[in-house]
């Protein structure tokens, strides 16, 4: 047999890329010969449970795995540094524990996105002759700084609004955004299609005919304003 892998499935952002892969591999899965296998979050799930024709093929119940605690954070960040360091030349780490656990919490333990925004946050730092060690009101400082520039220089007031009403509610859809705002549907769609075109937001999960939006791991910054 072949073992096809498909990994990282979390980076697609829009609802239809996921159809537009399960539709153009569906005749694939039946070839007894073939595992395929599926890396990605629990919206993966989702999309193939609101899919029938795929749904049918997938009879097995998926292998979630769990975050991993602070500690183990921490480690995992402690043995990079080792593996990356010159030789045996010191080092040090970049960052304060409290801008570690800040980032913990926004991520709830997500390796991935912790990782990315520690990488940011140094990457736009002024250069200097010595290391910059990063506390917890520099990467505030930083990712809010770099996040502005992403999302709200690209914005109008409108999009900003919506944008502003998701960071309140963390997951909303566009009948929600519409009563709250008091805007017709027509018209928070087209703010959330920008939106989604700058990767500010993404879909969440599909819950019938609702597409619910959540903020990107980058405009989750915009909470340190």
């Known amino acids: 047999a072949i073992i096809i892998h498909f990994n990282n499935l979390d980076n697609l952002d829009e609802a239809e890329n996921y159809d537009k892969l399960f539709n153009n591999l569906r005749d694939f899965f039946q070839n007894k010969y073939s595992i395929f296998i599926f890396v990605g979050s629990d919206f993966l799930y989702n999309i193939i449970n609101y899919r029938p024709k795929v749904r049918q093929i997938f009879v097995n119940i998926p292998i979630e795995i769990g975050k991993l605690s602070i500690n183990e954070m921490k480690m995992l960040i402690k043995k990079r540094l080792t593996y990356m360091r010159i030789g045996n030349r010191d080092y040090i780490e970049p960052h304060s524990e409290e801008a570690l656990k800040l980032l913990y919490t926004l991520y709830d333990g997500n390796a991935r996105d912790i ?3 520690l990488s940011t946050s140094v990457q736009h730092l002024k250069d200097r ?7 917890e009101i520099k990467l505030k400082e930083i990712l809010y700084n770099v996040a502005n520039d992403m999302f709200l220089k690209k914005i109008s007031p409108n999009e900003q609004k919506v944008l502003n009403e ?3 509610l963390k997951k909303t859809t566009n009948s929600e955004l519409a009563n709250i705002l008091q805007k017709q549907r027509q018209h928070i769609s087209s703010y959330l299609n920008k939106l989604l075109g700058i990767r500010a937001i993404k879909v969440d999960f599909i819950e019938g005919t609702k597409k619910y939006y959540s903020l990107t791991a980058e405009a989750l910054w ?4």
């Open 129 to 135: 002759n010595t290391p910059t060690f990063i506390e």
């Open 115 to 117: 990782l990315n925004s």
């Open 222 to 225: 915009l909470k340190f304003k």
């Open 166 to 168: 998701i960071i309140r």
